[in-house]
């Protein structure tokens, strides 16, 4: 109760308390450093392929040398061994 009388008997304190948090507020988003949430790059891919029954030189002859050709086309890949 006491608080809302001085707010209506002090209007200018009022708004300048909501000026002052307002600015805080702005200069506290600025402030904010940008990595909280940093760009997740993946340092390494490793893909296993099982083909049951198939000897293999047969599994990368068909399908090893299919995913390192598809892989090759992906943007950003540095190295495929």
């Known amino acids: 109760m006491w ?3 001085a707010s209506l008997k002090n209007p200018y304190m ?9 600015v805080l ?5 600025i402030a904010i450093p940008k990595d909280i ?3 997740f790059k993946a340092p390494a891919v ?8 198939m000897p293999a030189t047969e599994v990368e002859k068909t399908i090893t040398n299919r995913i390192e050709r598809w892989v090759n ?4 890949a540095a190295r495929i061994e």
């Open 14 to 22: 009022v708004a300048t308390l909501v000026f002052m948090i307002l």
């Open 73 to 76: 086309q992906a943007p950003g």
């Open 3 to 5: 608080l809302i009388k």
């Open 46 to 53: 490793q893909i296993l392929t099982y083909f049951q029954g």
């Open 37 to 39: 949430l940093p760009v």
């Open 25 to 29: 507020g702005v200069l506290a988003v």
